[in-house]
């Protein structure tokens, strides 16, 4: 399968073996000018939502791409969730985390304003960067040829993510409990807490720990911001048997 194309709404009575998807708008002109698609090559359309159709390409009159459905596949939301809460870093690293994050499978991403975060989404910023971070995982979403696009959450603070409820690890080098030993169970939601360049302040620590939360560990390195939660993520879907 070479492409995914995501569109708000799939055409429910066509989402069939035998039917005919349609795509418009700008994914039909990206996938028409930019990807140059021609008759016979194989895509899926999906909504993002779970349910992903294939089939190849029949048509490319005008601005709609058609597409002769042979397959189609309905996802539920794995379980459990595994979420990111990613502290706002300095260049691209947070958005290159939350990238490969989406690729890796995380439901969801939480723009995290941490302490030692050099990044500051203040004002109108913080609107425009939740909306980057959409246009990210959406993208990643259709490269890794995702059923679902993770959900990008308002900016929190410590605090407020701490109130999302569900199970919370700390990305911590010095913690004593590794993450390959810190017991799963049967989890509805986990989230991931990686911090800024310079780490989750003493402050910080010590506020998701009274909250419930658990310092875990990867191994005897030190990861930047922008691998830690890829990392992570990877590690635990290896635990959950999903690789």
């Known amino acids: 399968m070479a492409s ?12 069939v073996a035998g039917g005919v998807e349609r795509v418009a708008g700008d994914e039909a002109r990206h996938a028409i000018t930019v990807a140059r698609l021609r008759v016979g090559e194989r895509v899926a359309v999906g909504d993002g939502r779970g349910l992903i159709v294939e089939g190849t390409v029949s048509s490319t009159d ?24 990613q ?5 691209d690293r947070d958005e290159l985390a939350v990238q490969a994050a989406t ?6 991403v939480i723009p995290w304003a941490a302490e030692r975060s050099v990044s500051r989404w203040q004002g109108a910023k913080a609107a425009r960067g939740r909306e980057r971070w959409q246009s990210i995982v959406r993208e990643a979403t259709k490269q890794a040829i995702r059923a679902w696009v993770p959900e990008v959450a308002a900016l929190a603070d410590t605090r407020t993510f701490c109130a999302f409820g569900g199970t919370i690890l700390v990305l911590e080098p010095t913690a004593s409990t590794a993450l390959t030993a810190f017991p799963l169970g049967d989890l509805e939601r986990i989230t991931l807490v990686v911090g800024p360049e310079g780490g989750v302040s003493p402050r ?40």
């Open 62 to 85: 005008g601005a709609v791409l058609s597409v002769a459905v042979d397959r189609v596949r309905r996802e539920e939301r794995p379980r459990p969730e595994l979420w990111l809460a």
């Open 4 to 15: 995914l194309y995501l569109v708000p709404q799939i055409d429910e009575p066509d989402a």
């Open 204 to 243: 910080e620590l010590a506020q998701l720990e009274e909250s419930g939360a658990h310092l875990v560990r990867l191994g005897s390195e030190v990861l930047r911001t922008s691998t830690a939660g890829p990392a992570a993520l990877a590690a635990l879907n290896v635990r959950l048997e999903r690789w």
């Open 87 to 91: 502290a706002l870093a300095k260049g």
């Open 103 to 108: 690729e890796l499978g995380v439901s969801g």
